[in-house]
């Protein structure tokens, strides 16, 4: 297993402390050091390449979100904090994930245990799928999804500024090919959360559709909570 040098930046001393013991917990995750401010950071990552970056939002002098937008080293990052309403920003500058404290372990672990996904051979090479359009197998390239709704023996595919497509497949069969940045919120609607635009606590906008989350996979769609 890979094992992955990670780096916390927090104002708050409790939430560093606890951020760390949360770290010393997980065996894959090597904690390089502890920082106040994105500054810090910021000249820590010129001399010191790390995998992952756990930081707070709201700090003096350099915001975590402010920070990442400009800074050219892109480690993976986790925004912690105590505040929901950054969730978007943090979504658009694809954060692996969005954590409102006070958090748990379990929570905490969850988020980590997607850095082996996200580096997972699948996610890596599945940039397309091939699906059958008029008799043929047509190639589809997943970063231009934004959602895709079941239709009885079809799916409908949503794309970015392009003419939507339909094909004679199932859920089920549909996602046993693409990668898990693609979420079921819906037994009719799985969303590419890479175009997720904002979010309410009932439903979703992907692109400029918003779209219902049913109850029954309300525990399976996280955004932060």
């Given at each position: 297993?890979?094992?992955?040098?990670?780096?916390?930046?927090?104002?708050?001393?409790?939430?560093?402390?606890?951020?760390?013991?949360?770290?010393?917990?997980?065996?894959?995750l090597d904690l390089?050091?502890?920082?106040?401010?994105?500054?810090?950071?910021?000249?820590?990552?010129?001399?010191?390449?790390?995998?992952?970056?756990?930081?707070?939002?709201?700090?003096?002098?350099?915001?975590?979100?402010?920070?990442?937008?400009?800074?050219?080293?892109?480690?993976?990052?986790?925004?912690?904090?105590?505040?929901?309403?950054?969730?978007?920003?943090?979504?658009?500058?694809?954060?692996?994930?969005?954590?409102?404290?006070?958090?748990?372990?379990?929570?905490?672990?969850?988020?980590?245990?997607?850095?082996?996904?996200?580096?997972?051979?699948?996610?890596?090479?599945?940039?397309?799928?091939?699906?059958?359009?008029?008799?043929?197998?047509?190639?589809?390239?997943?970063?231009?999804?934004?959602?895709?709704?079941?239709?009885?023996?079809?799916?409908?595919?949503?794309?970015?500024?392009?003419?939507?497509?339909?094909?004679?497949?199932?859920?089920?069969?549909?996602?046993?090919?693409?990668p898990e940045s693609?979420?079921?919120?819906?037994?009719?609607?799985?969303?590419?959360?890479?175009?997720?635009?904002?979010?309410?606590?009932?439903?979703?906008?992907?692109?400029?559709?918003?779209?219902?989350?049913?109850?029954?996979?309300?525990?399976?769609?996280?955004?932060?909570?």
């Amino acid at each position: 297993m890979k094992t992955w040098k990670c780096i916390i930046a927090d104002d708050e001393p409790l939430a560093r402390e606890l951020i760390s013991d949360y770290v010393a917990k997980v065996p894959f995750l090597d904690l390089k050091d502890t920082f106040t401010n994105a500054w810090e950071v910021r000249d820590f990552l010129q001399k010191n390449p790390v995998d992952l970056l756990l930081i707070d939002i709201e700090m003096p002098g350099l915001d975590g979100l402010t920070f990442i937008k400009s800074n050219p080293i892109q480690p993976k990052v986790i925004f912690i904090t105590a505040h929901r309403k950054y969730a978007v920003e943090a979504f658009e500058v694809k954060a692996l994930d969005y954590l409102l404290k006070p958090i748990s372990f379990e929570r905490f672990l969850k988020a980590v245990n997607g850095l082996e996904s996200s580096n997972s051979e699948v996610n890596q090479q599945s940039h397309h799928i091939f699906i059958s359009i008029d008799r043929q197998q047509q190639k589809l390239l997943l970063d231009k999804v934004l959602f895709i709704e079941s239709r009885g023996d079809y799916l409908k595919f949503v794309l970015e500024n392009e003419k939507p497509l339909m094909s004679k497949m199932t859920l089920k069969s549909l996602q046993e090919q693409i990668p898990e940045s693609f979420i079921q919120i819906h037994r009719s609607f799985i969303i590419n959360q890479d175009k997720i635009t904002a979010f309410q606590k009932e439903k979703v906008k992907v692109g400029e559709e918003w779209l219902n989350i049913s109850r029954s996979f309300k525990n399976q769609v996280d955004f932060g909570d």
